[in-house]
């Protein structure tokens, strides 16, 4: 069973107009765009583009977790 009781201060973060408020504004794209966008994606772009990060290393620090990501400074799509 679930409790209907309100903790104090959270209302208005847990109330659906609170959060509509806050939520971020997300652009729609028609179907057309979405195929040109796949198009794009698909080209090859700048190797200089991708980054490398260290990521969950062990507490020695001689190992860890390398994740690669694509620099949006230097890709351009569209």
């Given at each position: 069973?679930?409790?209907?009781?309100?903790?104090?201060?959270?209302?208005?973060?847990?109330s659906?107009?609170?959060?509509?408020?806050?939520?971020?504004?997300?652009?729609?794209?028609?179907?057309?765009?979405?195929?040109?966008l796949?198009?794009?994606?698909?080209?090859?772009?700048?190797?200089r583009?991708?980054?490398?990060?260290?990521?969950?290393?062990?507490?020695?620090?001689?190992r860890?977790?390398?994740?690669?990501?694509?620099?949006?400074?230097?890709?351009?799509?569209?």
């Open positions: 069973m679930q409790s209907t009781a309100a903790i104090a201060g959270t209302a208005d973060a847990m659906p107009a609170s959060a509509q408020q806050h939520a971020p504004v997300l652009e729609k794209f028609s179907d057309e765009q979405v195929r040109q796949v198009i794009a994606l698909e080209d090859p772009f700048d190797s583009a991708i980054k490398w990060r260290v990521t969950n290393t062990t507490s020695d620090k001689r860890g977790q390398v994740i690669a990501y694509a620099d949006p400074r230097l890709t351009r799509i569209g």
